[in-house]
């Protein structure tokens, strides 16, 4: 990835800290308790990660959030992937969302996108907030036990990660544009 490509991620991050705080802290309804604190997704205080992995981040199957089938994450191995983390409770994930419909219609050729849906055992919350914010342009996965989340170091949301064809990742909080997202997508396939 490019220089410019860290920095930028670096200062998005850096400057959105207190955007992430809108989630971080807040009540998840659907289990009675709080949510993780801390450090942005994938970041190590407020700083993006960049980690080589050994083998493919998408070493594992989940369930998608709309139709309920198993989704093989190896098929997105040695592609440029944007994840978006997302709650179906969050607000903060609500208003994203009209950012997230507008990314979604101007991603570049040869990048996925995919939603993991967390925080939340309730499938029935997950399609409502795919259908009621208009996100169903791409794939959603439910992760209910946290595993995807935890797999890619997001402890809160809404957060992004971007994989590289490599398997290269940056993490980055929520409160990207759509301009943003399109930016970083165009990086994904420089490198």
């Known amino acids: 990835m490019t220089v410019k490509f860290r920095a930028l991620i670096g200062a998005t991050t850096a400057g959105l800290a207190l955007l992430l705080a809108g989630c971080a802290g807040d009540a998840d309804p659907a289990a009675g308790g709080e949510t993780a604190g801390g450090a942005s997704p994938a970041t190590d205080a407020g700083t993006?990660?960049?980690?080589?992995?050994?083998?493919?981040?998408?070493?594992?199957?989940?369930?998608?959030?709309?139709?309920?089938?198993?989704?093989d994450a190896t098929a997105l191995a040695g592609q440029d992937v944007v994840l978006w983390f997302w709650a179906p409770w969050c607000p903060t994930c609500a208003a994203e969302a009209p950012?997230?419909?507008?990314?979604?219609?101007?991603?570049?050729e040869g990048v996925t996108m995919m939603g993991v849906a967390g925080r939340s055992d309730d499938p029935a919350a997950m399609q409502e907030f795919v259908t009621d914010y208009g996100v169903g342009g791409i794939e959603h996965l439910a992760d209910t036990d946290?595993?995807?989340?935890?797999?890619?170091?997001?402890?809160?949301?809404?957060?992004?990660?971007?994989?590289?064809?490599?398997?290269?990742?940056?993490?980055?909080?929520?409160g990207l544009t759509a301009d943003d997202i399109d930016y970083y997508a165009n990086e994904l396939l420089k490198s």
């Open 48 to 71: 993006p990660s960049t980690d080589a992995q050994a083998s493919t981040p998408f070493d594992f199957t989940a369930t998608t959030v709309m139709s309920g089938e198993e989704f």
């Open 99 to 108: 950012i997230i419909a507008e990314a979604i219609d101007g991603l570049p």
């Open 146 to 174: 946290g595993s995807i989340w935890a797999n890619f170091s997001v402890a809160s949301q809404p957060a992004f990660v971007f994989v590289n064809d490599d398997g290269t990742m940056q993490g980055s909080g929520g």
